[in-house]
């Protein structure tokens, strides 16, 4: 008999998002004004709309993911081998390319190559960050298996969830 592998409970994903996103937002928004001569508060409402965008594609992206990789493989998110995290974390950044190339023009009114080479450039530096985010944060929070839970599902506290 088969069984597939746990997911992330939604509480679980909210906080993973929450700490990606603002995290990124402290690390790369002084760089990005600097870089693009876009000033910094420019540049911080521009970017915290991309990370707003990048949440919603995240919880997609990233739960449509696991479950289609549980599926096929038996294994839960966090026992993602290295080559599938990369594949995992450029997958995402493509994809969020698409989604916020036409937001950088708007926002900054920068020609689409200026805004694709921009954007290109935030995407390689969130794909690093989020390759490294993600294996962080799978050491740190991993998925419990279901019969490790104990009674009433609680595993790490205030901040636990059914997983």
């Known amino acids: 008999m088969s069984s597939t592998p746990k997911l992330r409970s939604l509480g679980d994903r909210i906080r993973q998002i929450a700490l990606f996103e603002v995290g990124g937002l402290l690390l790369i928004t002084p760089p990005f004004a600097w870089l693009s001569g876009v000033p910094l508060t420019e540049s911080l409402g521009m970017l915290a709309l991309l990370a707003l965008i990048a949440a919603i ?13 549980g599926r096929l493989t038996g294994r839960t998110a966090d026992r993602r081998p290295f080559r599938l995290r990369c594949a995992h974390a450029l997958g995402f950044e493509t994809g969020l390319l ?7 023009m708007w926002w900054t009114g920068m020609g689409w190559l200026e805004a694709l080479i921009a954007d290109i450039g ?7 960050y989020a390759l490294l985010f993600n294996m962080g944060y799978d050491r740190l929070f991993p998925i419990q298996p279901a019969a490790s839970q104990g009674a009433g599902g609680r595993i790490d506290g205030a901040l636990s969830a059914e997983r």
């Open 57 to 69: 594609w995240n919880g997609c992206y990233n739960t449509s993911f696991d479950w289609i990789e």
């Open 98 to 104: 698409v989604l916020t190339l036409p937001v950088i």
């Open 122 to 128: 935030l995407a390689i530096t969130y794909t690093l």
